[in-house]
């Protein structure tokens, strides 16, 4: 088993920055072959997609609410996954879950696809 644990949420203005990190422990020998991502839900809405890397880290997808803004990058030797949140807006108000699947080449944007999920970590962002 595989478990996630993010760190770095919290209260910021809106236009601030915040760096989330999820941290990956128990069966990680094979880390650098997880595709990766990131969910947030807000209160009130449904679980969405904000952003995944693949498995080597050269490609990167991202929803439209959050491209140009957030940035997503893995360190395969510390079993790391980040998420840069830049210009942020009381829209991203959320809690925010990292995710893990442990095999695939392609791209995955749902839920469902990923095999490990974390507990989330809650960003908010005043106006």
């Known amino acids: 088993q595989v478990q996630l644990v993010e760190s770095g949420g919290g209260l910021v203005q809106a236009g601030g920055s915040l760096r989330l990190s999820c941290r990956a422990s128990?069966?990680?020998?094979?880390?650098?072959?997880?595709?990766l991502g990131w969910f947030r839900q807000a209160p009130g809405k449904e679980r969405e997609f904000v952003t995944g890397?693949?498995?080597?880290?050269?490609?990167?997808y991202y929803a439209d609410s959050v491209k140009g803004r957030f940035t997503i990058l893995r360190d395969n030797a510390k079993n790391t996954v980040y998420l840069q949140m830049n210009s942020l807006k009381s829209e991203d108000t959320a809690v925010y879950s990292c995710?893990?699947?442990?095999?695939?080449?392609?791209?995955?944007?749902?839920?469902?696809?990923?095999?490990?999920w974390g507990q989330g970590t809650q960003v908010t962002v005043s106006s």
């Open positions: 995710v893990a699947r442990a095999y695939g080449r392609s791209l995955y944007t749902e839920w469902s696809d990923y095999h490990y």
């Open positions: 128990g069966r990680t020998f094979s880390f650098s072959s997880f595709p």
């Open positions: 890397i693949n498995w080597s880290g050269g490609s990167t």
